[in-house]
């Protein structure tokens, strides 16, 4: 997962052009003053062991999206001076959906859910927050097998 995270993080800053994203413990950690910032937090991971020491994962990461501006309604729409959130939803997609240079055991890589964007203000300042959970399925060596630590 370490791997994946950090190819993940790489890919982002790179094809979006920012520096604001970060790995974080929790997906409701809010960075100060770094707009648009993206949030990409572990999941779960299902494992298959196989043969030869060989297993198929299927692991789940998290991506939100935060999104700040001074008029609500420029958060979701857009306008001059801000970016939407789903124009910025649309970007991750176009970066992560189906790449498969994420790691050298990854077969495939989807986005499985979109939560709805959230609203959430603090004095004058409005967010919007949009939760992507990407999907990795590999295929290879059993972790840590024939590895010394």
């Not at 974080?24 to 707009?35: A, E, S």
């Not at 949030?39 to 020491?53: P, T, V």
């Amino acid at each position: 997962m370490i791997d994946i995270l950090k190819n993940m993080k790489a890919i982002l800053i790179s094809g979006l052009k920012t520096n604001n994203v970060f790995v974080v413990p929790d997906i409701n950690i809010v960075p100060v003053n770094t707009f648009p910032c993206y949030l990409l937090k572990d999941g779960d991971i299902l494992n298959n062991f196989g043969m030869a020491a060989t297993a198929d994962s299927i692991m789940s990461v998290d991506i939100a999206i935060l999104q700040t501006s001074k008029k609500a309604e420029s958060i979701i729409m857009g306008d001059a001076s801000t970016q939407s959130i789903l124009a910025l939803t649309k970007q991750v997609h176009v970066l992560l959906d189906r790449r498969l240079d994420i790691d050298t055991r990854v077969f495939a890589c989807h986005c499985e859910k979109e939560k709805q964007s959230e609203y959430f203000s603090s004095g004058s300042v409005h967010f919007q927050r949009k939760i992507l959970t990407y999907i990795i399925n590999t295929h290879g060596a059993r972790p840590c097998v024939g590895r010394q630590l």
